[in-house]
């Protein structure tokens, strides 16, 4: 399968898509425990943590208003966490490629790997 990486987003000046698929027009975000606050695994700083609070916040909703942009576009997003099984999540890109989502699919938007359908 085809793919491209650091991919800039249409819109959206100085963002990027970690993999895209672009036939397919599917975007997977490979997403960091700490910098999008993984449920399982994010930590709080506790040196300047008022700072730290107001960051992680802003990169949360900077991936909210990406992934709801690109689904607006026709896009499938995949966000992955970090510390996912690299195989499981290939296999459900390779799904997702092999038999495209219908209008009709439920819209998953919270990891782990999760989709946003268009």
Same mark, same amino acid.
């Given at each position: 399968?085809?793919? *491209? $990486?650091?991919?800039?987003?249409?819109? /959206?000046?100085?963002?990027?898509?970690?993999?895209?698929?672009?036939?397919?027009?599917?975007? $997977?975000?490979?997403?960091?425990?700490?910098? @999008?606050?993984?449920?399982? !695994?994010?930590? =709080?700083?506790?040196? &300047?943590?008022?700072?730290?609070?107001?960051? /992680? =916040?802003? &990169?949360?909703?900077?991936?909210?208003?990406?992934?709801?942009? /690109? *689904?607006? &576009?026709?896009?499938? $997003?995949?966000?992955?966490?970090? !510390?996912?099984?690299?195989?499981? $999540?290939?296999? !459900?890109?390779? @799904? /997702?490629?092999?038999?495209?989502? %219908?209008? %009709?699919?439920?819209?998953?938007? %919270? &990891?782990?790997? =999760?989709?946003? =359908?268009?």
């Amino acid at each position: 399968m085809r793919y *491209r $990486v650091t991919w800039p987003i249409p819109g /959206l000046p100085r963002r990027t898509i970690d993999i895209v698929f672009t036939r397919a027009r599917i975007a $997977v975000f490979v997403d960091g425990c700490f910098w @999008h606050g993984c449920p399982e !695994h994010a930590t =709080s700083p506790t040196a &300047n943590g008022v700072w730290w609070a107001a960051k /992680l =916040s802003a &990169n949360r909703e900077r991936d909210r208003t990406t992934t709801e942009h /690109l *689904r607006e &576009n026709g896009w499938t $997003v995949v966000r992955m966490w970090e !510390h996912e099984e690299p195989d499981h $999540v290939a296999a !459900h890109i390779e @799904h /997702l490629i092999r038999t495209p989502l %219908s209008a %009709s699919a439920p819209t998953v938007s %919270s &990891n782990p790997c =999760s989709i946003a =359908s268009p």
